[in-house]
């Protein structure tokens, strides 16, 4: 017997850039499907965006249609407040590359923040926001090649290279900490997905583990959801789409595949792989991908069955995707 992908789960993550929103516009159905979702249920919406504070973010998803409340917001600053602690004396100066999403937190925690390496920070904390520039970077780096730079923590809220608006896909943190990286020849510590902090942090929120979580990017949301010990949804309305699903590594690879959000209430079709002769048939739904040695052939179906069993084929061949003869069908 099929079931949904909400049964038998106590908490709903969901991630927001290209899943609940783009810009300032919520993704089709998005806000309905988790609006339908029961009681028992608790949403959390994570975020790897650092640019604004869970206030914020409430209010803008209070704004499309959904209800929430700040405290059903887990923010990769917050997540990296945590790491803080255990690595500075409380009320430490953090010296701070980002916005009000990190500010905000830091105020929080006790924290004193500063824009200048002059102020002898204890560490750094770096987040997205629209408004980073080389002055702000150059302070970073400043600080950490200065004398005992190399014992100072520099925490990172993410290190997304993309990040999704309105008008198409943008740089995201990860290319402001390469930045930084560059001039200072470490890496920072990682708050955010695909690192399990964030995630600890939303257990520790929610109080339970048997989650759920849904994500448009394979490298942050699937692969954290993963390290994390919990069930993953892509949907692909984001970044990541047919192409990248179908040829997703081992440790970035979904429990299930979602055409829309509509798809967390349907009942979610089996995989199933039949042997026959030496050919493996893999069926999902109506679906049918045949693999014939290194050939995958599509006897049959369409839209995202056909890619679930276009993805089952490749991922259960054993076979590198660059040794098999994918059709197009599979990804257009």
């Known amino acids: 017997m099929t079931r949904t ?21 919520s993704v089709p159905y998005a806000v309905e499907s988790i609006n339908a979702l029961g009681s028992g ?6 975020t790897n965006n650092a640019s604004r504070s869970d206030v914020t973010v409430a209010a803008h998803l209070t704004e499309l249609g959904l209800h929430v409340g700040p405290d059903d917001v887990v923010t990769s ?5 945590s790491l803080l602690e255990d690595l ?36 750094v904390v770096q987040g ?58 470490r890496l920072p510590i990682v708050a955010g997905k695909p690192e399990v902090a964030i ?41 990541d789409r047919a192409k990248q699903v179908l040829a997703a590594v081992p440790d970035q690879r979904p429990t299930y595949l979602f055409e829309d959000l509509r798809q967390l209430h349907e009942p979610y079709p089996d995989v199933l792989s039949l042997d026959d002769g030496s050919d493996v048939v893999t ?13 995958l ?5 369409s839209g995202i069955d056909l890619l679930r069993a276009g993805a089952a084929a490749i991922w259960n061949s054993g076979m590198a995707i660059y040794g098999l003869d994918v059709p197009a069908a599979l990804y257009e």
Do not use: K
């Open 283 to 295: 069926v999902v739904g109506d679906a049918r991908v045949r693999r014939s040695a290194n050939r």
């Open 128 to 185: 997205f926001d629209p408004s980073v520039g080389w002055v702000h970077l150059a302070e970073a780096a400043f600080l950490l090649n200065g004398p005992g730079g190399a014992d100072i923590p520099w925490v990172a809220t993410n290190t997304d290279w993309t990040i999704p608006q309105a008008r198409g896909t943008a740089p995201g943190n990860g290319t402001l900490v390469s930045a930084v990286h560059t001039a200072v020849g």
């Open 77 to 81: 600053p917050q997540a990296a407040m």
């Open 297 to 301: 052939l599509v006897e049959s179906g």
């Open 41 to 46: 249920i608790r949403v959390g919406y994570l």
């Open 199 to 239: 995630f600890e942090e939303a257990f520790r929120r929610f109080g339970s583990r048997r989650a759920l979580m849904i994500g448009d990017r394979l490298d942050t949301d699937i692969l954290g959801a993963n390290r994390a010990g919990i069930r993953s949804a892509l949907v692909l309305t984001g970044i």
């Open 5 to 25: 992908p909400i049964e038998e789960i106590d908490v709903l993550l969901a991630d927001l850039d290209g899943v609940v929103y783009r810009g300032p516009s």
């Open 88 to 123: 500075v004396p409380a009320g430490s100066t953090i010296l701070v590359i980002g916005g009000e999403g990190l500010t905000v937190e830091l105020a929080r925690r006790g924290f004193v923040a500063t824009r200048s390496a002059e102020d002898s920070p204890a560490a």
